[in-house]
């Protein structure tokens, strides 16, 4: 059997930085247990299935598709990366004739469209609430020592723990923190996070980027994730709220780095932008 496969680098025009996924085509259902196979195999924070939803759909012409991401141990309900990574096979490898595109997910139907040299991906925009400091105290120990922490949220949606460090810190303090992630499963003791996001105020007088973030999540397999839409989709909440903005600009600082521009809507959902890299073409074959 043989399954086409491609390694998008995602929120970045170069390739090897921005957030890498893997992206499988798939002509015919494949079977259940082959998905987390391949996604171990590929390992990468996550590997993206494209399927199609009836007989004589076509990767050329259709505008509908299924869409499943796998991280090296779980499937994950939503994925901004892969999504924008899959997005980018079909409108620049396959040439998709459609202006957008529609994926039928676990987080329901998710759009991409080509505006230019980027991808717009149409995402849920997360809520998250003030969250008590002593269920999570261990953790953030863990994360930040003992840096001063400003906010801290959890999205019950998605799972995330959302940590603002203080407005005296800058982005150079968010890149240089040594973070070990695997300490945090024996913090977590709330049962309750799939996710940590470490965020800080960003200085967006003038083109700077409003905001910038890390994020972790040990709990699926991810030590430290490059660049991440879910994320964002709980990030542009909350900041919009914090900074009075709908449009934004962020910034992920892990090693390899990578910006979202960020357009926050009126009906619960949001724009996330981003560009891609196309760095392999092949075929899994077994």
Request: charged share 25%.
């Amino acid at each position: 059997m043989q399954i086409p496969i491609f390694t998008v680098d995602a929120f970045t025009n170069r390739p090897f930085s921005g957030n890498p996924a893997a992206v499988c085509l798939l002509e015919n259902d494949l079977d259940e247990d082959l998905h987390q196979k391949i996604a171990a195999e590929m390992n990468l924070s996550e590997t993206a299935f494209i399927r199609k939803l009836k007989p004589g759909d076509d990767f050329t012409k259709s505008s509908c598709f299924g869409l499943r991401w796998f991280t090296p141990a779980s499937e994950v309900p939503l994925c901004g990366h892969a999504t924008l990574a899959s997005a980018a096979v079909l409108f620049h490898v396959q040439k998709n004739t459609n202006s957008v595109l529609t994926f039928v997910t676990l987080s329901g139907e998710l759009k991409a469209r080509q505006v230019k040299d980027h991808i717009v991906l149409d995402l849920p925009l997360y809520t998250a609430h003030p969250q008590e400091l002593k269920e999570v105290e261990e953790l953030i120990k863990a994360a930040v020592g003992d840096m001063t922490v400003q906010d801290i949220r959890y999205s019950p949606d998605t799972k995330k723990l959302l940590v603002r460090l203080s407005d005296t810190y800058d982005r150079s303090v968010l890149e240089n923190l040594k973070v070990n992630a695997q300490h945090f499963l024996s913090a977590e003791k709330t049962g309750k996070l799939k996710g940590l996001i470490l965020t800080v105020k960003g200085n967006s007088s003038g083109k700077g980027h409003d905001f910038y973030s890390r994020y972790f999540a040990p709990w699926v397999g991810v030590l430290e994730d490059p660049v991440t839409g879910s994320a964002h989709a709980v990030l542009s909440s909350y900041w919009s709220e914090q900074l009075g903005k709908k449009e934004m600009l962020a910034f992920q600082c892990s090693r390899r780095g990578g910006e979202l521009k960020i357009s926050v809507r009126g009906d619960g959902r949001v724009d996330i932008a981003g560009q891609t890299a196309v760095v392999l073409k092949g075929n899994l074959t077994f």
